[in-house]
């Protein structure tokens, strides 16, 4: 069973920076694709973005394109969302998730196998 567990939350002013984690275990970390989501009060949970179990791919939602960044640490069993010039618009709760799968649609949440329980981020104009 594969565990997630999501840190690096807060409350940020519009602009800064933040940098989530999402920590692994209990499973083979380099074989996942890792996703990001997130959910904002009220919405249904989105794509932010994911990258391939090599590491050598990546994409991202239109609303985050050149803003996030996201990596992943093998030796740490570890994935990492950059949040850079964060907007209010960026508020909500944010999810690691994991998939098994080689191929599939990233942005479709029954694409994960497993998710972390999320991590609040806040940002304020």
């Known amino acids: 069973q594969v565990q997630l567990v999501e840190s690096g939350g807060g409350l940020v002013q519009a602009g800064d920076s933040l940098r989530l984690s999402c920590a692994a275990s209990?499973?083979?970390?380099?074989?996942?694709?890792l996703g990001w989501f997130r959910q904002a009060p009220g919405k249904e949970r989105e794509f932010v973005g994911r990258i391939s179990w090599s590491g050598g791919s990546s994409s991202y939602a239109d609303s985050v394109k050149g803003r996030f960044t996201i990596s992943r640490d093998y030796a740490k069993n570890t994935v990492y969302l950059q949040m850079n010039s964060l907007k209010p618009a960026d508020t909500a709760v944010y999810y690691c998730?994991?998939?098994?799968?080689?191929?599939?649609?990233?942005?479709?949440?029954?694409?994960?196998?497993?998710w972390g329980q999320g991590t609040q981020v806040t940002v304020s104009s």
């Open positions: 209990g499973g083979t970390f380099s074989s996942y694709t």
């Open positions: 998730a994991a998939s098994t799968r080689l191929l599939s649609v990233w942005s479709n949440l029954a694409t994960y196998n497993y």
